[in-house]
Structure formats: C-alpha cells, structure tokens
C-alpha cells in the first residue's frame, strides 16, 4: 500500500481495508503509555512510563503531510495534525486564499509544486475531479479528505469505532439515516466490502446513486454483506444493532455539498 492514493475507500480491497482498521487499533493503544510497577513499589515512575510506550511516536518522522483544504474543516484538520504530530511527522496547512486552487493556481501546477516539498497531499476539496486530478499530477500520495464525491476518511474513522465496540464489523447492521452524500457513499462501500448490513433511509430525491448501491452490493455479494434502501428511518433502523453506552457515531449536514439540503444525516451500529 505504500505510495498509494485513497481517493475512494474503494481503493482498498476488503483485505487493506482491514489491515488498516487493524493497524490504526494497534497504533492507537500503542500510543497510550502503559504504566510499569516498580519491584518494591506501588505506583509507577515516569521512567517506566515512558519506556512502556510504543515506538509508533517515531514512525512518521522527517515526514511532513500537506493539507491542502479549498473549505474550512474543524475534525479532519485537527484529526491529521494531531495524528502526524502522534507518529513523530509535521503537518502545514494551505488554507484556500494561499492556493487559489484551480484559479489562481492550476490544479497540476499546485500537485507538482507541492510533491517537492512534502510527502504525502490530504486534500478537502469541492469536486471530485479536483482531489483526481491531485492525484494524477503529484508524485507523492493524495488522500481525499473530503469531496462531493466521498470522505473515506470518515468512514475509516466509523468502522473502527464499531470496531473497538462491537469486536467485530462482519455481521453487525449499520443503520443511516439522511441524505445519500459523500459519507453515506464511503459507509455503503466500506461496509459491502467488510460483511456488514447497511440499511440507508433517504427521503426522496437524495437517494443513494445507482452505481454506488450496484458497486457495494457486488461487494456484499462477496463478503456476505448486503445493502437495503429504504425511505423511512423506522424502516432502516429496525434492523440494525444499538450503540454501545456513551457512545456516539457523527452527525454531518451534507458534507461537501452545497445543494443539499442541510439536515444532518447520522449513522448507528
């Protein structure tokens, strides 16, 4: 997988998709020091606590990843900086009025200029075409951080929360609620690829398009999954798993898609 672009989760097969869950569990508890007790003592020096932590803190390091953002973002900007920051890597944020991307700047100049500098490109962007066409100039990886099209971040991000909670994602029912957009895509194919049911309510005309629902429901055809479009969320939600306690998957109001209507659309497992 090194090297690569994830420009649809989709770029993954069920396989990746799965080691990639896997790994950011690992790095995740990796990253949580692990107290060591003393012989003789009952609490734990910082000596110790630090030498329980995992070597993940170093295994971005002399890394830099460029966000290249034509729209505010409060989680995903904060999620990659943190997150690099984590791994012992450095992160710069481009904000639209530096770039000007596709007017000031041309989309290939922007990709070819940026892969000089940093390593890897995570880009949130209107079109589609726009976090495409990164890809197909830069030399260095582009991850899609949101478009019109998909946020396949976002959906890496849920299932590995169902994940922690459920121990599992083959066999758990995934109910949305909301308008067939870009996160509701990235959901539909992650969970056809991973064996899971997911069940979308979406009044009519925001529907899920055609050939996300033909492509997930190949992949469920694999994996054991399966794919249900309904259009009342009693009807969507009457087969899917609650949520554990206190947790709580996220809300978006149309993200990346300014002719939507805004009400928000949410997931449960």
């Known amino acids: 997988m090194r090297g690569r672009d994830l420009l649809s989760i989709a770029d993954l097969s069920p396989e990746e998709l799965s080691r990639v869950l896997e790994t950011a569990r690992a790095l995740k508890q990796g990253l949580r020091p692990v107290p060591q007790r ?5 609490q734990a020096s910082n000596e110790t606590m630090r030498s329980g932590e995992s070597d993940s803190r170093r295994l971005l390091a002399g890394k830099t990843l460029a966000l290249l953002f034509e729209k505010p973002s409060l989680r995903t900007r904060v999620s990659f900086d943190v997150g690099m920051r984590q791994l012992g890597g450095d992160c710069i944020y481009v904000s639209p009025a530096e770039v000007g991307l596709g007017t000031r700047e041309p989309v290939e100049d922007v990709a070819r200029v940026m892969s000089r500098y940093v390593d890897c490109i995570a880009a949130r962007t209107f079109a589609q075409e726009t976090v495409e066409q990164l890809a197909r ?3 260095v990886p582009v991850i899609n951080a949101l478009s019109e099209g998909e946020h396949p971040c976002q959906a890496l991000a849920d299932l590995l929360t169902i994940l922690e909670h459920k121990g599992r994602l083959e066999g758990v029912s995934l ?3 909301g308008d067939g ?6 959901l539909c194919l992650a969970a056809g690829m991973m064996g899971m049911e997911f069940r979308i309510a979406a009044p009519q005309g925001y529907e899920l398009d055609e050939t996300t629902v033909s492509r997930a429901g190949e992949l469920a055809r694999g994996s054991g999954g399966g794919i249900v479009c309904v259009r009342e969320a009693m009807e969507a939600a009457a087969g899917a798993e609650p ?7 996220a809300n978006w109001s149309s993200c990346g898609s300014s002719s939507r209507l805004n009400k928000n659309s949410s997931s449960s497992t």
């Open 175 to 177: 109910a949305y609620i």
């Open 38 to 42: 003393q012989a003789g003592s009952g």
């Open 137 to 139: 100039w830069a030399d």
């Open 181 to 186: 957009n870009n996160v509701a895509r990235s």
């Open 243 to 249: 949520p554990p306690p206190s947790s709580a998957l």
